[in-house]
Nanobody
Framework: QVQLVESGGGLVQAGGSLRLSCAAS????????MGWFRQAPGKEREFVAA????????YYTDSVKGRFTISRDDAKNTAYLQMNSLKPEDTAVYYC???????????????WGQGTQVTVSS
């Protein structure tokens, strides 16, 4: 069983930045594609970004390209999402996800975190 714990959410003004972290309790972290999803009120959960196991290829949804950066530190079993130039429409609960040997542009998560709230005020 893999546990994922997100942190770093909060309230920020439009144009500001936040960095989300996802700490994983698993010995074989490097074999998991890690991703971030988000769910805004009244909307379905949507994919945001992913980083491949071994090699670190990344993939982003179009609306965050150039503003968000996903990264990972396998030595710390942690994935990150750096979010810059935040917009009110980025407001959502952000979820970390892990997909064992997953395809970076077609994640099918095996595990989910509990979510962290990101609120961007205009």
């Amino acid at each position: 069983q893999v546990q994922l714990v997100e942190s770093g959410g909060g309230l920020v003004q439009a144009g500001g930045s936040l960095r989300l972290s996802c700490a994983a309790s698993v010995r074989t972290f490097s074999t998991y594609t890690m991703g971030w999803f988000r769910q805004a009120p009244g909307k379905e959960r949507e994919f945001v970004a992913a980083i491949r196991w071994s090699g670190g290829n990344t993939y982003y949804t179009d609306s965050v390209k150039g503003r968000f950066t996903i990264s990972r530190d396998d030595a710390k079993n942690t994935a990150y999402l750096q979010m810059n130039s935040l917009k009110p429409e980025d407001t959502a609960v952000y979820y970390c996800a892990a997909d064992h040997y997953g395809v970076v542009n077609l994640m099918s998560p095996d595990y989910w975190g509990q979510g962290t709230q990101v609120t961007v005020s205009s």
